[in-house]
């Protein structure tokens, strides 16, 4: 019923920059928030980024000033911008969305199927 589409990942050198997208499709009413998770080895899933409809953004302290949340509404897609990457970023990026499939109808959460990001020299 509804799809996240996320693109973008890759290896990069420590210092680099990638930027990755997720587009929503399917069923959609409306988009309450959009943003982004990360999972490294052993870990649990962390918040990295998220943006709502209001437009509030919201960044986890170890990116902030290095990473950047954006969305284009129109085209229901979030991007993630991430300059000076370290080692540590490395993880599976997952995007997740807030979604109603219509007007009267409940908030859904949806994720993506993950994207791997390897920041290595």
């Known amino acids: 019923q509804v799809q996240l589409v996320e693109s973008g990942g890759g290896l990069v050198q420590p210092g680099g920059s990638l930027r990755l997208s997720c587009a929503a499709s399917?069923?959609?009413?409306?988009?309450?928030?959009m943003g982004w998770y990360r999972q490294a080895p052993g870990k649990q899933r962390d918040v990295v980024a998220d943006?709502?409809?209001?437009?509030?953004?919201n960044y986890a302290d170890s990116v902030k000033g290095r990473f950047t949340i954006s969305r284009d509404n129109a085209k229901n897609t979030v991007f993630l911008q991430m300059n000076s990457l370290k080692p540590e970023d490395t993880a599976v990026y997952y995007c997740?969305?807030?979604?109603?499939?219509?007007?009267?109808?409940?908030?859904?959460?949806?994720w993506g199927q993950g994207t791997q990001v390897t920041v290595s020299s």
């Open positions: 997740k969305a807030v979604i109603a499939r219509e007007p009267s109808g409940n908030w859904y959460h949806y």
């Open positions: 399917g069923r959609i009413f409306s988009i309450y928030s």
């Open positions: 943006s709502t409809s209001g437009g509030s953004t």
